[in-house]
C-alpha cells in the first residue's frame, strides 16, 4: 500500500490479523482507493461489519467511524444507522458465511427493500476465522473442516441472489484484478439504493492447504484461471460454465433480458436466470 | 408497533418492519448510534430471538429501549395469553455477567409514563432499559392522561473524550455519534476506554464489565421504584407487580375489609431488585405472599431479602390470577 493511503488508517493500528497471503488486504486498498478517489466526506462514512476475518477490513483498520456488530447482523444493523440519518454513506464489508449464511436473511431483504447501502462480501469460499468450516459459497467438492470426503451441497451464486432479491447494482470481481474490483466499489458506493459487490478473495490458510495448493501463488492461478468475463459466459453453454468464476456487473436490466448471469453451480444448475 | 408505524413518521421519526426479531433489535442498535432514541417491542419467541444483540447493546453502552409483552410461554406457547415468565430472562438471558433496568407497567397510563422513564434512564445509563409489560396490560383499553411536556434526557454527546470508559466506577461515559467526526470504533468484543480490541488483557475485560455492572447497582436508590398501600400494620404483605398488582391491591382491600391486616408492596422495577424495600418489611410483616405469572421468580428473589416466611403462588395457565385466588391464599397461609 502506498503511504498516501496511510491517512485512511486507524492510529495505532500497527497489524492486520490476516495471514501471509490473504486476498482481504488487497480488498482493503480497494476500498480505501474507492473512497478516495470518490472525494467522500469521512465524517459521514460509516463501515459496518459482521463477525469472521472480513469483518477486520474495516475494523480496526479504517480510521472512520465503524461498528463491527454480530456474526451475520451487520445488515440489519446498517440498515437502522441508514434509515436513521440517510446522511451516512453507509458500507457492508464482512465475509460469504457472515452475510450469506447465517446474515443471509438480512441480505435478501434489505436488497428487496432497497435500502440505500454498500455491501462489499469478501469471499473466500469458507468459514476463515471460526476454523475452516464449508458454508454455502465453499464448492462442490472441496475439503473443509466439516466436509473432510468432499462438500457434497450446491454453492449459493451471490450475484444471481441479490440481483434477484431486488439489488440496484451488483457486481463480481477477483481481487486478481484490483482495477475492476475497484471501479465496482466505486460505482456500487454511488449507486442509490442497494449495491453490492461479491469480491472473491483467497483464503490459504484454511482454504488453499486443506484442497492441496502447494503454495499461494498456486490459489491465485486457480482464481485467476477461473474467472470469465459475463460477455463470455452468455455464449457458453451451462456445461461450460461450472465452477466458473463469472465476473462483470449486472443491473436489474439484467433479470429482465434473461442472460449472462449463469454461474458456477457444478449441481443440477438451470438455466440461466 | 402498528400505532407506530401510523404515528412515528408524523413526529419526524422512523418505522420500518424488519425481517425478523434479530433484524429489528440489530438495526435498534444501529439507529441509537447515529443519536437516535430507539425502541422496538415484541413477545415471547422475539424475546427471545433478541438476546445476543441485547448483549451487544449492554456491553457496548447502546442506550434502547424493549417492550416484552409478555405471554404464556415456553416456546410458542399460548400466543395471547397472559404470561410473566420472562422476568428472569431479561434479566440472565443474555450470555455472561450483566446488569440490566427492567420496568413493570400496571396500566395503560403507565405504558405510557414508564416508556419516557424507560427512554431517559437509557439515554442516562447508555444501556438497554426493559418495559416488563404482559398480555393483559398490553391489551387494557382504559382512560390515560397524556402530557402536554414531558421530561427528555438529552444524550451527553461530547467529543473527545473516551466514548467507552470512566474513572469512576459506575461512570457513564459521553457517547457521541456516527457522523460526529468522532471516528468511533464500536464492538462487541472486550474493548479499551476508546474502543480498541483487548480480548487479550484479563484487567480491561474485569474493569468494563465491572462498570457496566455498577452502572446500575451505584445508581440503585434513584432506579428502584415502589409503591406501598397499607403497609404500616401489615402483618401479610403481598409482593406483586404488572397486572397481577392490580389483583393484588384489590384482594388487600377485600382482606382488610375482613379485619385481616394485609397490605402490598408494588414493584414497578423488576431490575435493579427491590431488595432494600423487601428487607425493610421485616420486622412488622410476619409473611409476604407473591403472586405471579411464573413459577416463582420474583419469589425466589423475595426469599433472598425476607427473613419471615415467603409464600409463592405461580399461575401459568394463560389467564390473570383472580382477586378471589389471591384472597382465598392469603387466608389459608395468614
Sequence with gaps: MTRSFEQYLRPGVKATAFCPGCGHGILLHGILRAVDELGLDREKLLFVSGIGCAAWIPSPHILADTLHT????????????????????????????????????????????????????????????TGGQAGPTTPVGAISATTPRGNPYPTFDLVKLVLGAGAAYVARYPVTQPRPMTDAIKKAIRTPGFAFVDVASPCPTQFGRRNRFEDVGALYDRTHDLVMPREEAAMRPPSELAGRLVVGEWTPEDLRLGAGIAHDGPGPGGPPC | METLAELLPRAGGVFVQMEDEIASISAV??????????????????????????????????????????????????????????VMQCKWGMHGDVEIVALSPWSVQEMYDLSVRAFNIAERLRLPVFLMADEAVGHLH??????????????????????????????VPPMPCFGDGENLLVTGSTHDDRGYRKVEEPQVHARLVERLRQKVLLRRDELVDVERHMLDDAETVIVAYGFTARGALAAARELRGRGRKVGLLRLRTLWPFADKE??????RARRVFVPEMNHGQVAGEVRKHFRGDVVGYGQTDGEVIPVATIVREVERIS
Aim: net charge negative.
Design chain 2, 29 to 86: 442498535i444501529g439507529a441509537s448510534w447515529t443519536g437516535a432514541k430507539a425502541m422496538t417491542a415484541t413477545s415471547g419467541p422475539g424475546f427471545s430471538l433478541m438476546m445476543e444483540a441485547l448483549g451487544y447493546a449492554v456491553f457496548t453502552e447502546t442506550p434502547c429501549v424493549i417492550v416484552d409483552v409478555q405471554r404464556a410461554g415456553p416456546c410458542t406457547g399460548q400466543a395471547t395469553r397472559v404470561g410473566g415468565g420472562d
Design chain 2, 142 to 171: 382504559e382512560t390515560a392522561e397524556f402530557h402536554e411536556r414531558i421530561a427528555v434526557e438529552q444524550r451527553d454527546r461530547r467529543k473527545g473524550l473516551p466514548p467507552f470508559g470512566h474513572p469512576d466506577p459506575g461512570g
Design chain 2, 278 to 283: 423487601v428487607a425493610a418489611l421485616d420486622g
Design chain 1, 70 to 129: 454480530l456474526h451475520g447482523r451487520a445488515v440489519a444493523y446498517a440498515t437502522g444507522a441508514k434509515l436513521a440519518n440517510p446522511a451516512l454513506t453507509v458500507i457492508v464489508v464482512s465475509g460469504d458465511g457472515d452475510l450469506v449464511s447465517i446474515g443471509g436473511n438480512h441480505l435478501v431483504h434489505a436488497a428487496r427493500r432497497g435500502v440505500d447501502l454498500t455491501v462489499i462480501c469478501a469471499n473466500n469460499e469458507i468459514y476463515g476465522m
